[in-house]
C-alpha cells in the first residue's frame, strides 16, 4: 500500500501543489479542502495519507486525480481557443 500513498502525493503534487513534510498540507491547502477538491470524505483523505486506505479508495482517488488533471488540460485548451478566436479580425 505505501506504493500508493506516493503515487497519489506525487500526483497531488504535479496536480494541485506540493505537499509540505512539516504540515499536513499541500501548499496552503488542507487536508480537509483537498478532500472536497477530490470529491472524498474528510476521513478518506486522512486514511490514504496514513496507508490505512483499502487498494480501492487509492484507486478512487487516482481516477479523481485522472479527471481533475483532464478537466485543467480542456479547460487550458478553451482558454486558448478563446484567445484565438479573439485574435480574429472581426469582418463581418
Known sequence: ??????????????????RNPNTSRFGSTSLGELADQLC?????????MSVTATQGMYER?????????????????NEKLKSQIRAVPDIL
Not at 1 to 18: D, P, V
Not at 61 to 77: A, D, P, V, Y
Request: proline residues 0%; hydrophobic residues 35%.
Open 1 to 18: 500500500m505505501h506504493g500508493f500513498k506516493g503515487q497519489i502525493i506525487n500526483r497531488i503534487a504535479r496536480i494541485i501543489c506540493e
Open 40 to 48: 472524498l470524505s474528510k476521513s478518506l483523505i486522512t486514511k490514504l
Open 61 to 77: 482517488c487516482l481516477s479523481n486525480l485522472r479527471r481533475i488533471k483532464q478537466e485543467k488540460h480542456l479547460s487550458q485548451e
